[in-house]
């Protein structure tokens, strides 16, 4: 099946430094990709969709400054999380689509800034 | 923009136990998944279903599009399928999913 592979798992950070999570598709290519974030105990929503080589559509409220995606190819899509803050914390988790599997997701990032 | 509404939030069964779980939504939608996160957060695809039944092993889905809610039936219920049940309709297959707020299993042994 599918894989999606999504790197950290788990990241701790200084508040002002800047984190990379990288999501890649292991198997297939993905035509499109989405980043979600998750606080604890609530649903999933969708940060921004990106298709390879074009700039990503962020969804309204998303700073597009702070939370900077590069589709690099069509297997790897990266968040960079910059200048963090401890508001910033919480579970990215992102989405891969294509390969005739549907949507697969990556297992998820747990950033905690401090 | 379309709304989901999942219920019932929360839900503990007995192993061994069924359970129907739903989803409204305020929109025609061609595309409706149910996925299951599991206690470390990983997200597996149950079912696409926009409309009809499917079944897959011991879980089957039922969507009736024209009355804008779908089912998810969970039968001879294990500890293994605890966590939590997303409903997430679009406008299209590759287009952005809107998640509902999910439904909290929790099977006991």
């Known amino acids: 099946g599918a894989v999606v592979s999504q790197h950290p798992s788990r990241v701790i950070c200084k508040s002002g430094t800047s984190v990379k999570i990288e999501c890649r598709s292991l198997?297939?290519?993905?035509?499109?990709m989405f980043w979600y974030r998750q606080f604890p105990k609530q649903s999933l929503m969708l940060m921004a969709t990106?298709?390879?080589?074009?700039?990503?559509?962020?969804e309204q409220g998303v700073e597009k400054d702070k939370f900077l995606i590069n589709h690099a190819s069509l297997t790897l899509s990266t968040l960079t999380v910059t200048s963090a803050h401890p508001e910033d914390s919480s579970f990215y988790i992102c989405?891969?689509?294509?390969?005739?599997?549907?949507?697969?997701f990556g297992s998820g990032t747990r950033l905690t800034v401090v | 923009g379309i709304q989901v509404e999942q219920s019932p939030p929360d839900l503990i069964l007995q192993e061994g136990a069924n359970s129907t779980l739903r989803c409204n939504f305020s929109?025609?939608?061609?595309?409706l998944q149910w996925f299951h996160q599991n206690p470390w957060g990983q997200l597996i695809n149950l079912f696409y279903?926009?409309?009809g039944t499917k079944q897959n092993g011991r879980l089957s889905a039922t969507t009736v599009a024209t009355e804008r809610y779908s089912l998810l039936y969970i039968s001879s219920s294990q500890t293994t399928d605890s966590g939590v049940y997303f409903c997430?309709?679009?406008?299209?297959?590759?287009?952005?999913?809107?998640f509902g707020q999910g439904t909290e299993l929790s099977v006991k042994p």
């Open positions: 989405s891969a689509f294509g390969g005739g599997y549907g949507y697969t």
């Open positions: 198997d297939f290519q993905a035509t499109t």
């Open positions: 990106s298709n390879e080589g074009s700039k990503a559509t962020y």
């Open positions: 929109d025609s939608v061609n595309n």
């Open positions: 279903i926009p409309s």
């Open positions: 997430a309709v679009g406008l299209g297959q590759g287009g952005k999913l809107i």
